[in-house]
């Protein structure tokens, strides 16, 4: 950030041609969205969406800028609900390894 | 196991169906991990529950494009709607039977002889979802959200529009609560259309503005 | 709150500032000078809101419209509108 522009402020830089290709979603990118959309919400109120920008934005450059769009989301999901203490990392730690290490649901 | 194993489906259609491999073809990732994990710890926490999860996602997939065509395709055929959407945009699209929360604070931006809007969010992905559903990829990218306020002309051209002569563009970055959707300029040669045949000719770049509504 | 600090045709400058938390006043338009439009409401302090904090005092929020300056630096006809928090606003001459 040599000359105060934060990594993820883009407006008026020229970041190459357009990538017009489209897909349709995945169960992934649909589950994720549900999350940030309900987690978000007033009757969940988990944390404010501005505190999901937040977390992206604290990410790395490299990670900013390869991580595709909603693992972004999903990586900031989760560091948000350790922060606030809803899910604690040793919990997730632990789940993420039997889900990782288990069968595939 | 939930009633939404299986890939999701868009409704609505799609220009190019390119699915990344990454996405469709490999096993879960890491993320696909953790999404599952902590979704897991989120229902037996009793945070949500994995109904919450399904409606949402059906929520998230009845609003599409085709609502908002819905929108525009009234306002072109009503001017007393078009006056409501003016004033109070969500109190209008109420009346026509869809919900929308407060906030976002959705807001029409009516193009004219003359002038042209562009909506993008140059630091996130901000998009009136509650109408238009899931944004496309490449209004989330770097190249759209960099450019769209440095060469509004160059990435219109680069989909494929050209103004006439003296139009002024209107670049709107949603930088706050407030969710632009655009009202393209109805075409010409459609008086007395009904509004379902307006609404066919409403496409999606055109309530982002990077498109025109289809002529007649 | 009961008048809007800026009246729309105010011309204001958004203030330069190097923020290293959570802000919505884009780079590019740090430093621009432009004219408010419209008051669009008080909100909630996103800058707050981003760290959990309930964003209170509201802060009134623009809608200000900016000239889109070519690669020479010259207006280009075309206009940039950004919706800007007062706290960022300085009227200006």
Redesign the interface.
């Known amino acids: 950030m040599t000359d105060g522009r934060a990594m993820h402020d883009l407006g008026g830089l020229d970041l190459g041609p357009i990538d017009r290709a489209e897909h349709p979603r995945t169960l992934y990118e649909q589950r994720v969205d549900a999350l940030v959309m309900l987690l978000t919400s007033p009757s969940v109120g988990a944390f404010k969406v501005d505190a999901l920008r937040r977390a992206i934005e604290e990410f790395s450059r490299a990670d900013y800028e390869h991580l595709p769009y909603y693992d972004r989301w999903m990586q900031a999901i989760a560091r948000l609900l350790v922060e606030q203490r809803v899910l604690d990392q040793a919990e997730l730690d632990a789940r993420l390894a039997a889900v990782a290490g288990g069968a595939h649901g | 196991?939930t009633p939404?194993?299986?890939?999701?489906?868009?409704h609505h259609g799609?220009?190019?169906?390119?699915?990344?491999i990454?996405?469709?073809e490999a096993?879960?990732g890491?993320?696909?991990?953790?999404?599952?994990?902590?979704?897991?710890?989120?229902i037996e926490?009793g945070?949500?529950t994995a109904e919450?999860?399904s409606r949402?996602?059906d929520v998230?997939?009845s609003r599409s494009p085709a609502l908002g065509a819905r929108v525009v395709a009234k306002a072109w055929a009503d001017p007393a709607f078009r006056d409501a959407l003016r004033a109070d945009a969500r109190a209008a699209v109420g009346m026509m039977g869809i919900a929308i929360p407060d906030l976002p604070?959705l807001v029409a931006l009516e193009n004219a002889p003359g002038l042209h809007n562009l909506v993008?969010c140059?630091?996130?992905?901000c998009y009136p979802r509650m109408l238009l559903g899931?944004p496309?990829?490449?209004y989330?990218?770097?190249?759209?959200?960099?450019?769209?306020?440095?060469?509004?002309?160059g990435?219109l051209a680069?989909?494929g529009v050209t103004l006439p002569a003296g139009t002024?563009?209107?670049?709107?970055?949603?930088?706050?609560?407030?969710r632009f959707l655009v009202v393209p300029e109805r075409p010409a040669g459609t008086e007395g259309w009904s509004e379902d045949q307006l609404g066919a000719l409403v496409t999606r770049d055109s309530m982002i503005g990077t498109g025109l509504a289809l002529p007649p | 709150m009961a008048e809007p600090r800026l009246a729309p045709g105010t011309p204001v400058r958004v203030r330069v500032g190097f923020p290293t938390t959570h802000c919505r006043t884009p780079f590019f338009l740090r430093g621009a000078t432009g004219i408010v439009e419209a008051f669009v409401g008080v909100f909630h302090d996103p800058e707050k809101l981003a760290y959990h904090k309930p964003g209170l005092p509201g802060r009134a929020l623009y809608r200000v419209r900016f000239d889109h300056l070519g690669p020479d630096g010259a207006p280009t006809g075309d206009e940039v509108i950004a919706d800007i928090y007062d706290h960022w606003l300085e009227a200006s001459r």
Do not use: N
């Open positions: 196991m939404h194993d299986g890939h999701g489906h868009d799609h220009h190019h169906d390119h699915a990344p990454e996405e469709h096993p879960p890491a993320f696909q991990h953790l999404e599952r994990a902590v979704r897991e710890l989120l926490k945070v949500l919450q999860i949402q996602i998230m997939e604070r993008v140059t630091l996130c992905s899931i496309p990829a490449w989330k990218s770097a190249p759209y959200r960099s450019r769209a306020v440095r060469d509004p002309r990435v680069e989909f002024r563009i209107r670049v709107s970055d949603s930088t706050a609560d407030l």
